[in-house]
């Protein structure tokens, strides 16, 4: 004779049930933070890779100019800019060499990797910033191409600076230019005053961000870093339409730069 379940009987498949079903529910749930979990852990993720190379960077740069500055203290020079085609030595003029500073490219170049004997290069001798791309090649500048206190190209020719003297240098009306903004300025100057961070950098390194050879073509800040003259342009990165900015610049003054020398012995 069948009977019903009772109601104790009734109770327990009842709950055990609504257990099941709260099971696929909660799975469900579970599953759905997940995913908005790893989601929003995207953004997090690339944001911490580009800050680690943007530090990276920051020390690759600090590690060059401490290799420029070390170069000037056992050469009594600091070395020419390489060019595109120099396999990262540094590069003359025709007629061009250590005893006369002649600098193919002064202001357009780029880091001597090779002549400095960094590492790691590329298979074309460049020290590259951390985005690694062939257009990421370290960029730098020297001050040079002038007369300074009667001597041409002081600063990159064998013992120019001591030819020049301690009064001819630090009397030098103004060395490589460092803006805030391309906005104003010249071929030779920052243009306002409240536009110029300084104008008595010996040098400057620079590196062009991860937006290095992107299209479009670079705004006119991180133009002015790309140009031929001894003006260049750093500030905090913008996202600004047209004007975007993601470059890393460095400087060392003229007055850091003959202290160096001093302590060296190669001044005065």
């Known amino acids: 004779m069948s009977r019903w379940p009772g109601p104790e009987a009734m109770k327990s498949t009842a709950i055990a049930r609504g257990i099941r079903g709260f099971t696929l529910i909660e799975l469900a749930m579970v599953m759905l933070i997940l995913t908005l979990l790893v989601t929003g852990m995207a953004v997090p993720f690339s944001a911490q890779l580009a800050m680690r190379r943007y530090e990276e960077t920051r020390r690759q740069l600090d590690e060059a100019r401490d290799a420029l500055m070390g170069f000037a203290a056992a050469h009594g020079r600091l070395p020419c800019p390489a060019s595109a085609t120099s396999n990262g030595a540094e590069s003359f003029l025709p007629g061009g060499d250590a005893l006369n500073g002649s600098c193919s490219n002064f202001h357009d170049g780029f880091l001597p990797g ?129 004007n975007e900015y993601d470059d890393i610049v460095t400087w060392v003054p003229i007055n850091l730069l003959i202290t160096r020398l001093v302590a060296a012995g190669r001044l005065p």
């Open 114 to 242: 090779a002549s400095l004997g960094l590492s790691p290069l590329d298979a074309n001798g460049f020290v590259r910033d951390p985005w690694g791309t062939p257009a990421n090649r370290v960029r730098y500048a020297v001050f040079g191409g002038v007369v300074t206190n009667g001597v041409a190209n002081a600063l990159t020719r064998a013992n120019g600076m001591q030819s020049a003297t301690l009064a001819g240098l630090g009397s030098a009306p103004n060395y490589l230019w460092i803006c805030a903004s391309a906005t104003g300025t010249t071929g030779s100057g920052c243009g306002a005053a409240s536009n110029q961070l300084t104008k008595r950098a010996a040098f400057v390194l620079i590196s062009s961000g991860p937006n290095a050879g992107a299209a479009p073509a670079a705004g006119p800040d991180e133009a002015r870093n790309l140009g031929a003259g001894p003006v260049f342009v750093t500030h905090e990165i913008s996202t600004v339409p047209g």
